[in-house]
């Protein structure tokens, strides 16, 4: 089976920086995604890493150790909107190439 | 606007009864997936269809069912409804059966589902 695991919520301060992290365990692990869910919307694509190493788009990086089942999202210069839900989800060849969704991480970002 | 559209926004229904979501996809995507997002638990995948076949099938309760139609949009059927069904139902799209592992979803705006 799957097993995604996330830190329930998270507090920071605008500015600033924050690592949001995820372990996964899965037998058929085909890339990791992030997606940003704000309050009662659909959730949005973040970024999306398949290969160990570091992903950067912008404010947002992403980190993959496939030998350790670990993720995280680093989110830089904190805004106000980054207050939100962030999903990790695990593509996985044994569910039909479906997304596994972590229970995701509420961040709420401060003035 | 993420280009898969979902109807009706909301719904408010009585236990006992059956209700039919909707889900239009991008244009251009094959694949239609349905999750289920309640309050306490994350989004769950309920089944995902690609052009028109059954693809692959997650918690979906029997009460529940789903087709996709020759011109792609796809439907998920709720019967029986109980309270603990209320939550909010998306429809995501993409454009590949899932072979492909760098495309991700494309989510709809959801259907908040209220059983009262």
């Known amino acids: 089976g799957q097993n995604i695991d996330q830190p329930t919520e998270m507090t920071a301060t605008e500015g600033a920086i924050v690592q949001i992290n995820c372990t996964y365990q899965t037998s058929g692990f085909n890339g990791l995604f992030w997606y940003q869910q704000h309050a009662g919307e659909a959730p949005t694509f973040l970024s999306y890493n398949v290969l160990d190493g570091l992903e950067e788009k912008g404010r947002f990086s992403s980190f993959l150790s496939r030998s350790k089942g670990y993720s995280y999202l680093l989110l830089k210069e904190l805004q106000m909107k980054d207050s939100a839900s962030y999903l990790c989800a695990v593509r996985d060849y044994n569910y039909g190439q479906n997304f596994v969704f972590g229970p995701g991480t509420r961040l709420s970002v401060l003035p | 606007d993420s280009g898969v559209t979902q109807t009706p926004k909301h719904l408010i229904t009585a236990t006992g009864q059956r209700v039919t979501l909707r889900c239009s996809p991008r244009?251009?995507?094959?694949?239609v997936y349905w999750y289920q997002q309640s309050l306490d638990q994350g989004l769950q995948f309920l089944i995902q269809y690609y052009n028109g076949e059954e693809r692959a099938k997650g918690n979906i309760l029997e009460r529940f069912s789903a087709q996709q139609f020759p011109d792609l949009h796809s439907e998920l059927n709720l019967s029986s409804l109980e309270l603990g069904d209320s939550a909010l139902y998306f429809c995501?799209?993409?454009?590949?059966?899932?072979?492909?592992?760098?495309?991700?979803?494309?989510f709809g705006s959801g259907t908040r589902l209220t059983v009262v």
């Open positions: 244009s251009g995507d094959l694949s």
């Open positions: 995501a799209s993409s454009v590949d059966s899932g072979a492909t592992p760098n495309y991700g979803y494309t």
